[in-house]
C-alpha cells in the first residue's frame, strides 16, 4: 500500500499564497502524480499532473483551468515530494485538495485512473 501526505493547507486571506506538498514512499520518478480538489458539494476536479522518468524535473500537464497563470506544480526527487505552489488565492479556491499517484506514468486528469490517493489537506482562503 502507498502512502500519501498532504500538508501546507491552512487558512489564508484571498491573494496570498500557500504551498502544498505531498510526500510519498515511493520513487516518484516512475509515476505521475496528480493534484486535485474537491469543494463542498462539488465533484473532485484535477488541476495539474507531473509525470516522467530520467528527468529532474519531469513534464507538467495542467488540466484545470483554476490552475492556469497561478499554481505551478513541481516535484523534488530527492525528498519524494511534489509540491503545488498557490499564488494570487481566491475565496473559490477553498476546498479540500488531494495528491494522487498513477501507476502508470502517462498523465491525466480522470481520477479515475489514479491509483492511491492522500487524505487531503483543507484550503480555506477567506478575509
Known amino acids: 500500500q502507498v502512502r500519501l501526505v498532504e500538508s501546507g493547507g491552512g487558512l489564508v486571506q484571498p491573494g496570498g499564497s500557500l504551498k502544498l506538498t505531498c510526500t510519498a514512499d515511493?520513487?516518484?520518478?516512475?509515476?505521475?502524480i496528480g493534484w486535485f480538489r474537491q469543494a463542498p458539494g462539488k465533484e473532485r476536479e484535477g488541476g495539474s499532473c507531473i509525470f516522467g522518468k530520467f528527468s529532474t524535473s519531469g513534464r507538467t500537464v495542467v488540466y484545470g483551468d483554476f490552475v492556469k497563470g497561478r499554481f505551478t506544480i513541481s516535484r523534488d526527487l530527492s525528498k519524494n515530494t511534489v509540491d503545488l505552489q498557490m499564488n494570487s488565492l481566491k475565496p473559490e479556491d477553498t476546498a479540500v485538495y488531494y495528491c494522487?499517484?498513477?501507476?502508470?506514468?502517462?498523465?491525466?486528469?480522470?481520477?479515475?485512473?489514479?491509483?492511491?490517493w492522500g487524505q487531503g489537506t483543507q484550503v480555506t482562503v477567506s478575509s
Open positions: 515511493l520513487t516518484l520518478e516512475y509515476y505521475a
Open positions: 494522487a499517484v498513477k501507476k502508470v506514468n502517462i498523465a491525466t486528469s480522470r481520477a479515475a485512473s489514479y491509483d492511491y
